[in-house]
């Protein structure tokens, strides 16, 4: 059963439903307008990554204010939802296993641009019996670890073999590397990240380079997030940046770093749960309508938003706990306040519904388009 | 865009695509006979809380093969969910807040028997208001505080003041008391959980009687989960065990004590989630299609079904990396395994469907009927 939307536009922030999705679209927009001025200069490409957003309207934004010449997505599903809602061009930067999906995937590709991951020739083998059964062809890139220590065969000559595979293959043409280095993104100091993005940069410009004496050209080096894009793009070895976060900026990510010790302020927070207080049972206490099933805590609790000496200390299914010093009531029922989850991605799967805001007033409601899209 | 089912029934339970929630039902069927057995000598009387499952279908079956008398929500939309297939009796074991929400509450009063939660004269004042928009009556429940420390009066002359005020309201009916000690489910040893619930049951007695004394009737005490539900139905004090994750059984359950300092077993695990590994980089780690995006991880990651020595160690969106000692490849591309959620509700909470399993067959897919429902 798909949930009704928790507001209309035109309404008053303080009248919509909670617990509900809040995207503050002066923020988002900026933070488009950021990352477009911050890539200009390199001549990287942004390809926005849609495990966060799952929506085919932010999709078309990104694409529209920033110049976004497509989506990344881990699912099929999530391809699906862009690709019905009007985007042209997405690579699913993960393997895709099952026979069912990889139907669909061939589908897919007969709407739009379609890409996707390997790391191992089995899934090869895959996706030639997958375009033997339905007609196509497929577009794939090499997935190569570069310190994620998740998916990817090793750089140099094993990921070499696979292409070349690829390229020998009847179905499938070779697209370029996939060189995502996740665990780097929320290393805390610049110095860290640095590090771990030149140590990636290495493996991939010189798989590049044996690729490119075999005759494969990489259409795309892929790659990058919103903790070391930057770096990326500069490197001049990828060119296509996949950061996702950036659009939205959760609170874990806000605890990266600059250079010079203070935290980073590149974007702002634009994405929030809106919560409403239900109870203050003692001084000192509140509980909110959101807890755990309402906002990610994989990476750490949620902040309340300009209430800095408020803190969530305790989320269970559908309550969250607030306290603060001092003992008052400062908080009264029925009040509504904005969070800022730790975790944007996984906080936004839960919603079937965005409320975009802007100056007070909710200004349009859209959906999530690839809310549990997980197959 | 609600989710395609994973399975047809019939299908063996290896073609059943995955991430999908697995209902094991013999499993399942047992565990509602041992919860039936275990309360039938008490008298207590069995209100499953539909926030594990969020589904009328297991509410059906929990009420004709286990006895259950009703359910218990968190939310109204779980409440709408339940009462739009069939279920005539639900309790919001929660504050309700705000005028959207109480005007649909008081919808489904003329549908099904309905009770509610307060612990503030301010929530009587929002339901006397929403009862005069909508001509409607219904029955509350005063939450006291027996050591959850999260919503809640404090039991004795706090929370009798409070049902006294409920029961010289012109639209609302005094029901008895919520007495949910959650705090006390996942105390690890057995005479730590006693101990919590001996002084809930102080508590609870003392109010009890303190409401007789004005001639306050209490046709619900309720309270009790899977951790502590024996000690409360054992009481004499609570008339309703509310427990909800004892039908499915998650790992987080899985490691409380018995007396003798063995693991519980009452309950065997019914709930799963079905993943295919995508990836086998190296020897020694294989990687799935289920993160935390489609296994909760607010209890601790989940454990691999009948392969101990194999830990899924951690936990990104969409992927879920195993490891094991000994450096071989005993994973391949494509095999498919089951975990056990570390938490069930959550879990659940992340999909639409369910998947009924017996003897490695899909028997039956049903929908999770309150998914999402977090207003």
Request: negative net charge; hydrophobic residues 45%; aromatic residues 6%.
């Amino acid at each position: 059963m798909l949930q009704t939307p928790p507001a209309l536009p035109g309404m008053p922030e303080d009248e919509i439903d909670t617990p509900a999705l809040l995207l503050d679209l002066d923020a988002f927009e900026r933070n488009l307008d950021t990352m477009a001025a911050l890539l200009a200069p390199t001549g990287a490409r942004l390809r926005a990554h849609a495990k966060t957003h799952k929506s085919a309207t932010i999709a078309r934004l990104q694409a529209e204010r920033a110049g976004a010449v497509g989506q990344c997505v881990q699912k099929v599903g999530e391809a699906e939802a862009l690709i019905w809602g009007g985007i042209g061009d997405v690579i699913v930067t993960n393997e895709v296993v099952g026979r069912e999906k990889l139907a669909r995937l061939f589908g897919l590709t007969r709407l739009a641009r379609v890409s996707v991951c390997v790391d191992d020739p089995v899934q090869i083998a895959l996706l030639e019996g997958a375009a033997e059964a339905t007609g196509g062809r497929i577009e794939a890139l090499v997935e190569i670890d570069v310190g994620m220590e998740r998916c990817g065969i090793a750089p140099g000559p094993p990921a070499v073999a696979l292409a070349e595979r690829i390229a020998g293959s009847r179905h499938l043409v070779f697209g370029g590397l996939q060189a995502y280095h996740g665990r780097a993104q929320h290393l805390r100091r610049a110095e860290e990240r640095q590090a771990a993005i030149a140590e990636a940069a290495e493996a991939t410009r010189r798989t590049v380079e044996q690729l490119r004496q075999r005759g494969l050209v990489c259409r795309v080096v892929g790659g990058a997030g919103t903790g070391t894009f930057a770096l990326e793009a500069a490197s001049g070895i990828w060119n296509e940046i996949q950061a996702g976060s950036f659009c939205f900026m959760d609170a874990d990510y806000a605890r990266n770093l600059e250079a010079d010790g203070s935290p980073v302020s590149t974007f702002r927070h634009a994405l929030f749960v809106l919560a409403t207080v239900i109870s203050t049972p003692r001084p000192g206490l509140a509980v909110l309508d959101v807890g755990h099933k309402g906002v990610a805590v994989d990476c750490g609790l949620p902040l309340v938003w300009q209430m800095p000496d408020v803190r969530y200390v305790g989320a269970s299914d559908e309550h969250g706990k607030l306290v603060w010093e001092g003992g008052d009531r400062r908080l009264a029922i029925g009040q509504k306040l904005r969070l800022i989850p730790g975790h944007c991605d996984p906080t936004v799967d839960r919603y079937d519904w965005y409320v975009g805001v802007r100056g007070g007033r909710v200004e349009s409601v859209f959906p999530v388009d690839a809310r549990g899209a997980m197959r």
